[in-house]
Every structure is written in C-alpha cells, then in structure tokens.
C-alpha cells in the first residue's frame, strides 16, 4: 500500500532562514502531490498543489519540488517569519484518478525570532 | 471569501448512541469528503462523495458509519453507535476536483 513519509522531527530554524520540508512516498506514482498548513485545533489549509508533470512550483514565499524519479517532494519556505510555525502535511492522490486523499504525519515547523 | 462551515463545534455523546455531524461545503464545489484525526495523530481519509454517491471510502468508514447530502447545501457524517475509539477531530471537506480541498474547522467528538 501507499505509503508517505515525513520528518517526525521537528525543524527549528532561525527567523529569515529558508525552511526545507522532505515528503518521500513509496510503493506508488501520483498524478499530483498537495502540501497543506495546519495549525493546533484547526483543518488543514491548502498551500499548494503540484502535478506529475511539473518540476517546480511557487507562491509568493513557497516553493515546492516534485521529483518522481526520487519519488520525493521537496517544500520550501524562503525568509520564513515566526507566523510560518505550524505543521505542514503532505498528501497525495491514493488512486490515479480517484477522490482518496492520504496525508502524511506532518513535520513540526517553528521559526524563532 | 467563501469557506467551509461545520456544526457542532463539540459534540460529547454516551457510547452507544448515534451522532450526525453537519457541513455546509462551498457552495460551486462538487467534491465532498470526511476526514478524522485522532488527537496527536495524521488527518486520515473516511469517504469521498459525488455526484450525490460515494466515490471511495476507507476501510475505516465501516457500517457504523453514512454519509448523505440531504438538500442542496448540507453534507452530513452519521455515526450510528458510537465507540469510544471514534473519539477525534472530524474535519469535513470540498473541492471543484483533483485541486485543493477546503477544510473546514472540524467537529470535536467525544464519546464517553
């Protein structure tokens, strides 16, 4: 079965650092792969979503990388801000072409002023 | 900017008993899902739904558990007995397709 996997560790970094986030996935190609913020008590907010055939993506501050060769997908966050702290989940499509959506656990983010 | 609504916030029940938790998803979106996070653990999937059918369900979303689109708007999760490991965060969802779900702020269940 799919399997997804985050850093469990928590990432401290520095406030103007660049945050760098791993998902790796196994047994599995998805046709996209979506990075989400949660805050505690809170859903899941989407950020940014990348497709198979794309290499990169950005927003504003964000960056994402989807090696499928790798089977990884990297998440950046450039000048990161004490407001970036929160977790940040990857998910994937489950089915090619279905509406199953698996997360990962998350990897704990928090930038220090 | 439109969002996700969900009601009750907190819902504390008996074991045993039957709970509906309610969603109003975006109002253009078509796809509608359930997720639960247990406390300190990941969001897992439940159930997709389209087109007014389910379009995939995990092996969580057993007997115990339906969902229904009762009028043009609300999107619902029944639990019809509940046990104390449903216990969790439900967290309801919409999306226009395979782009970015809409979460919305979840309903605390907790089955004594």
């Known amino acids: 079965s799919q399997k997804i996997e985050q850093n469990s560790e928590a990432l401290n970094i520095q406030e103007g650092k660049t945050a760098t986030l791993t998902c790796n996935y196994t047994?599995?190609?998805?046709?996209?792969l979506q990075w989400y913020r949660q805050d505690p008590g809170r859903g899941p907010v989407f950020l940014l979503l990348?497709?198979?055939?794309?290499k990169e993506k950005r927003k504003e501050r964000l960056k994402v990388t989807f090696d499928t060769t790798l089977k990884q997908s990297l998440f950046h966050i450039t000048a990161s801000q004490p407001a970036d702290s929160a977790t940040y989940l990857c998910?994937?499509?489950?089915?090619?072409?279905?509406?199953?959506?698996?997360f990962g656990a998350g990897t704990r983010l928090f930038v220090k002023a | 900017e439109p969002e996700v609504t969900q009601t009750p916030s907190h819902q504390v029940t008996q074991m045993g008993q039957e709970v509906i938790l309610r969603c109003v998803p975006i109002?253009?979106?078509?796809?509608f899902y359930w997720y639960r996070q247990i406390l300190g653990q990941k969001v897992e999937f439940l159930v997709s739904?389209?087109?007014?059918?389910?379009?995939?369900k995990s092996e969580i979303f057993d007997d115990q558990f339906s969902v229904e689109r009762p009028d043009g708007s609300n999107f619902t999760l029944k639990i019809r007995s509940t046990k104390l490991e449903d216990s969790a965060m439900y967290f309801c969802?919409?999306?226009?397709?395979?782009?970015?779900?809409?979460f919305g702020p979840g309903t605390r269940l907790t089955v004594l």
């Open positions: 990348i497709r198979e055939n794309e």
């Open positions: 969802a919409s999306s226009m397709g395979d782009i970015a779900q809409y």
């Open positions: 109002s253009n979106h078509l796809y």
């Open positions: 047994n599995y190609s998805p046709a996209y």
């Open positions: 739904f389209y087109n007014n059918e389910i379009s995939e």
């Open positions: 998910a994937l499509d489950s089915q090619r072409g279905g509406f199953k959506t698996i």
